[in-house]
Nanobody, 115 residues
Framework: QVQLVESGGGLVQAGGSLRLSCAAS????????MGWYRQAPGKQRDLVAD???????NYADSVKGRFTISRDNAKNTVALQMNRLKPEDTAVYYC?????????WGQGTQVTVSS
């Protein structure tokens, strides 16, 4: 089992920045990758960015060049730096830890970008 706790969401004006953080605990050694998904009202949950243990990153086209995912293995955390935020980035953001057997999800943190 892996437990995840997110922090850092909030309200920001368009063009602003936010940094999300996710702390993992439990069976850390079983994690192959960590990442962030988001879900806007009435929409499906979509990948924002993920980062494998080998350092490979994957970003949604809509956030490339604006968001950066990073991981601190010593602290078992993954962060998402979000710059030049747009109203369409408004969503609940979920941290995910991917293992061979299952994906583990955080509780979600709300990000609201006002125009």
């Amino acid at each position: 089992q892996v437990q995840l706790v997110e922090s850092g969401g909030g309200l920001v004006q368009a063009g602003g920045s936010l940094r999300l953080s996710c702390a993992a605990s439990g069976r850390i050694s079983s994690i192959n990758a960590m990442g962030w998904y988001r879900q806007a009202p009435g929409k499906q949950r979509d990948l924002v960015a993920d980062l494998t243990n080998g350092g490979s990153t994957n970003y949604a086209d809509s956030v490339k060049g604006r968001f950066t995912i990073s991981r601190d293995n010593a602290k078992n955390t993954v962060a998402l730096q979000m710059n030049r935020l747009k109203p369409e980035d408004t969503a609940v953001y979920y941290c995910v830890a991917k293992t061979v057997l299952a994906d583990y999800w955080g509780q979600g943190t709300q990000v609201t970008v006002s125009s």
